[in-house]
Structure formats: structure tokens, C-alpha cells
């Protein structure tokens, strides 16, 4: 169902590789709300993923930007100011990987080149999102950035590895350039905490299908799909939240505030 919630709105969406992508899902659905984007990615990913189709369906134009990189951030925002006739109104950073998770680095014997790099991809490129936006004052007044994370930024899940720390960093960034974008520009900044999905960056955690089959069944409301995520999101950009800022919104039909569930105690039961 499509309320047009978004209608006039225009953003730049990151991070959808495949339609599995909680960022394609996003994409699909701010579309279905009435809000125009610019998709982006790294080159890389543009070679192997299907953004074009997406583009497409969309009635969108792609632009290459590697996340690291202050030239390609700057160039992709200058651009989709200019395609898309305007300042923005919604910015989404869906980007994460862990270089250590991908070669089987264990967390006690990090590497700390993949360390750092993953680091850069996964955490401080979005304070290169939010600086670069803000600098070249890109966004509109009551604007909203929101990037996504994971729990294990709070409580310790053993294979996320490396990403639990750069999750921890990418969530006090947006507390702490929540504040400055709230104060110079009115604009929020808040990250999504997600159920694990089944995309490429999930199923990258060793024993992803135990992970996700242990929360469907600790979470009272059932894990949260990627396009229930892209709805959230779809909430967060309309004007309906305009004084939600700084905040880590766990949306992950109650997994994070329950105990025990019968369903796990069951397991266990003698
Ligand atoms: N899948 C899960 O279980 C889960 C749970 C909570 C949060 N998240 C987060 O959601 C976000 C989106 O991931 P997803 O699960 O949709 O997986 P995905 O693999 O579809 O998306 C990750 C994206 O990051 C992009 N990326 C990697 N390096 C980049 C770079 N240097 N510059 C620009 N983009 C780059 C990839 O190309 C890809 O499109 C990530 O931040 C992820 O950590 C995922």
C-alpha cells in the first residue's frame, strides 16, 4: 500500500547491490511513495550487482561513488543536486563489510589492515556522507539521513566479528552529527538497528542461518524482513517524524528487549 508520503521529496540512496539489498527494498518503496534518487555504489559493485534494472524500474540515474573516497562523495552530491534540480531530502547509507568476516580472520586475530579498512567502508564513510552533505549544504530543512546497524554495537554476537565495533563507531556518529546537522541545518540523523536479513552482507557472517533462526524465534513479533526495514525507513524520511533525531531505533520485532522466549526455553527443557 502507498500513502504518498514521500511525494516531492528527493534523496540519494546507497548501497543496493541486488534486489535482496535492504537498500533496493528502500529504493522500490520510497518509488511507490512518490520520492525521486539518485542510486549510488561503489564502482565495483556496479560491475557485479544489478543497480541498472533497478535504476530502470525506478526512473532513476546511478552514480558510481566509492564511500571512502571525499572526491567521489563530493562529486556524487554535486551531481544529484543538479539532476535532481534541488537540495535533498533524504539521504540512506546501507553500506557494511568487514574485511577480516570475508577472509575468516577470527576477532582475536584481526588483521588490522582489513581492520581499518573495513572500518573505513562501514563506519567513517558515513561521517564523509554527513560532512560532505553538510559542507556543501546539500540538504533541505527538516532533511533526514538515516544509516543502518546492527545490535551487536550493544551486546556481543561472537561472528560479528569486526563489524561490532565499526557498528558501535557508525552509531555514535550519528549521535554526534545528529546534533550539529539538527543545530546549523534542522535536519536528523538516526540509524536503523535491523533483524538479520538475508542479503549479501549477512549471509557474509559465519553461521548466519543459526543467527537468524535463533532471533525469528526469540523476537515476540517475528524477525523484520528488509522491506518491513524499507517501510520504517520510508516513516523516518516522511514529515510525520520531524523531531526524531540522534537516536538508534531498534527495529527488530522486540529481539533486543526480551529475555528468554518460550520457544528457547522449550529448547532446552528436559
Ligand atoms: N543483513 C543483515 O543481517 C543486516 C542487519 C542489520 C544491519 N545491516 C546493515 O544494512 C546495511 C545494508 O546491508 P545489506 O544487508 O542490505 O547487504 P548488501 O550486501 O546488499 O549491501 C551492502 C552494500 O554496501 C556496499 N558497499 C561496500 N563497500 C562500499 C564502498 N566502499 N562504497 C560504497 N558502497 C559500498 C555494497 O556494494 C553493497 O551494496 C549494512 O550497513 C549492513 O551492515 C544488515
Redesign the pocket.
Known amino acids: 500500500m502507498a500513502y504518498n508520503l514521500l511525494k516531492g521529496k528527493k534523496g540519494i540512496i546507497?548501497?543496493?547491490?541486488?534486489e535482496?539489498?535492504?537498500?533496493?527494498k528502500t529504493a522500490e518503496r520510497i518509488h511507490e511513495e512518490g520520492g525521486t534518487f539518485v542510486l549510488?555504489?561503489?564502482p565495483?559493485?556496479l560491475r557485479m550487482?544489478q543497480i541498472d534494472e533497478l535504476a530502470k524500474k525506478t526512473d532513476s540515474e546511478v552514480i558510481p561513488?566509492?564511500?571512502?573516497s571525499e572526491e567521489d562523495l563530493e562529486n556524487l552530491v554535486a551531481k544529484s543536486t543538479e539532476i535532481l534540480g534541488g537540495k535533498l531530502d533524504f539521504v540512506l547509507?546501507?553500506?557494511?563489510?568487514s574485511v577480516n568476516v570475508r577472509k575468516g580472520r577470527a576477532y582475536t586475530d584481526e588483521k588490522y589492515d582489513f581492520t581499518t579498512k573495513g572500518w573505513d567502508?562501514?563506519a567513517l564513510?558515513f561521517h564523509k556522507v554527513l560532512q560532505t552533505l553538510h559542507k556543501a549544504d546539500a540538504m533541505n530543512e527538516w532533511g533526514s539521513i538515516v544509516?543502518?546497524?546492527?545490535m551487536a554495537a550493544q551486546r556481543v554476537f561472537p561472528d560479528y566479528n569486526d563489524?561490532a565495533d565499526n557498528?558501535a563507531y557508525l552509531e555514535s556518529v550519528a549521535r554526534s552529527f545528529g546534533y550539529f546537522f539538527g543545530k546549523d541545518k534542522k535536519v536528523r540523523v538516526n540509524t536503523i538497528?535491523?533483524?538479520?536479513?538475508?542479503?549479501?552482507?549477512?549471509?557474509?557472517?559465519k553461521g548466519?542461518d543459526g543467527f537468524?533462526n535463533y532471533a525469528e524465534k526469540m523476537s515476540p513479533l517475528g524477525n523484520a524482513t528488509?522491506l518491513e526495514c524499507a517501510d520504517y525507513t520510508v516513516t523516518l524520511f516522511s514529515d510525520l517524524t520531524k523531531k526524531v533525531t540522534m537516536q538508534n531505533l531498534f527495529h527488530d520485532g522486540g529481539f533486543s528487549n526480551t529475555g528468554v522466549s518460550q520457544e528457547v526455553m522449550e529448547q532446552f527443557a528436559k
Open positions: 546507497f548501497g543496493a547491490l541486488d535482496n539489498s535492504i537498500a533496493w549510488t555504489n561503489a565495483i559493485a550487482g561513488a566509492d564511500a571512502t547509507h546501507a553500506i557494511g563489510m567502508i562501514s564513510s544509516a543502518l546497524t546492527y563489524m557498528k538497528s535491523q533483524s538479520p536479513t538475508a542479503t549479501t552482507a549477512g549471509q557474509g557472517v548466519f537468524i528488509a
